[in-house]
Nanobody, 124 residues
């Protein structure tokens, strides 16, 4: 499976961005999809995940109410709508896909495929 993330950029605090991650080479609807981020000098961290059926979504506490993860299985794409952005959201954002049937979906080790990352920079 190949994952291609896009949509990053430079935005002022309070602004919005929508990230997209297009998948190819696999059966997209069978994967749990996640978004992670990595700020300079920090470890990669969980941001959000969405299960196969889209009925369940998970978020890290700091983005709840501001970020929304969604997926379109007809377009093989997962999205991350980011509103009310803060400077501390600045990071490279990665999408990931998991083949596993169960898990917390918050751990890097639970994901089998990773995209290349897209830079999000929020200025104060």
């Amino acid at each position: 499976v190949q994952l291609q993330a896009s949509g990053g950029g430079l935005v002022q605090a309070g602004g919005s961005l929508r990230l997209s991650c297009a998948a190819s080479g696999g059966t997209f609807s069978t994967y749990v999809m996640g978004w992670f981020r990595q700020a300079p000098g920090k470890e990669r961290e969980f941001v959000a995940a969405i299960t196969r059926s889209t009925s369940n979504t998970l978020y890290r506490d700091s983005v709840k109410g501001r970020f929304t993860i969604s997926r379109d299985n007809t377009k093989n794409t997962v999205y991350l709508q980011m509103n009310s952005l803060k400077p501390e959201d600045t990071a490279v954002y990665y999408c990931a896909a998991s083949k596993k049937n169960w898990g917390t979906w918050r751990r890097l080790s639970e994901y089998d495929y990773w995209g290349q990352g897209t830079q999000v920079t929020v200025s104060s």
